[in-house]
């Protein structure tokens, strides 16, 4: 996937220092594990259901580690698809919880 990606940010004019910004990283693009499990704020995580190359299930669960106080919530696939809207309403309360503690 990042070839595609990296191949698509070049034809746009992208340097490859901005490329690598942008596309480095560990557990998420554009940072490192060190940075990314300094966060103190709340933080949820969405899985995308079922998983796919962009949104893969080992990006949550690494997440998670770096950041143990992290919340999961109910995984849903996104919104382009077809079947997201039947995970609408469960993705919404999911969401209003979390912004509410």
Do not use: W
């Not at 996104?78 to 919880?97: M, N, W």
């Amino acid at each position: 996937m990042d070839s595609h990606t990296r191949a698509g940010l070049a034809a746009s004019g992208a340097s490859d220092q901005n490329i690598r910004a942008l596309l480095d990283g560990q557990t998420l693009r554009g940072v490192n594990d060190k940075e990314l499990a300094t966060l103190t704020m709340p933080v949820s995580v969405l899985p995308s259901a079922p998983e796919n190359p962009f949104h893969q299930r080992r990006t949550v669960d690494s997440i998670r580690r770096l950041l143990p106080g992290s919340e999961e919530l109910y995984g849903c696939p996104e919104p382009p698809q077809p079947d997201f809207p039947s995970y609408l309403d469960r993705l919404l309360a999911s969401i209003i919880k979390f912004a509410d503690r």
